[in-house]
């Protein structure tokens, strides 16, 4: 299944480079400004559970911990199945896990893409979890990607969710697992993105030239 998160990742590279185009040629909606000016000081900033008002101490911290965790096993898992070799593999309190793999190559897109492909369906099976226990709000189904927005923005819209504390867990699995998705998905810096780009550009291209235009 780790195939899954090569074609989800050029997808939200494009609509992401959309995204950033649209908004430099049309203005923010002016409700939305109105929304983000009530959003506490540094919310959605640092993305650290109890100190970043977006995500709460208890239920930020087991949403990530499980989400990092099984992100960096499902590398190693699949690096081990393609007969590549790990440096190291361990636990990084308190973010989760690590796995480095010594010997993996431009080409090796299922291992890059593993991560991100696991966190996807993460989300979607504590989505459907939390959809199947609770009622959720009509416009969900609506759009879908009312799912991408924090709890307190939908609140902010008038949209009425409450939530027990495990129905949060599974909304906060849910919610971290889509952006760590989402955000491993651009090419930036040193993201599954950036390697899973690389990848697919050594197929067209030089290595050398592939990884000066991925960074």
Known sequence: LSFIGIPASIL?????????VNRLLKPLDPELTTILSKLPKGYALILI????????LIQGWIA????????EFFHGLVAINHGRSLASVGLMIPF???AKVIDARPGDLRIYSAGITVNLLISITAFSILAMVKPLPEIFLKN????LAPI???RLKGIDISLTFSESILYYIGLVNIWLFIINSIPFLI?????????????????????????
Do not use: N, W
């Open 64 to 71: 990530l911990i499980i989400s990092v965790t099984l992100h």
């Open 144 to 147: 879908p990607l009312t799912l």
């Open 96 to 98: 989760g896990a690590f």
């Open 12 to 20: 939200v590279f494009l609509l992401m480079l959309y995204s950033a």
């Open 49 to 56: 559970p109890g100190i970043d008002p977006m995500l709460p």
């Open 152 to 154: 307190d923005i939908l």
């Open 191 to 215: 993201t599954d993105g950036t390697y899973i780009l690389t990848g697919i550009l050594t197929h067209f291209t030089k290595l050398k030239r592939a990884i000066i235009i991925s960074q």
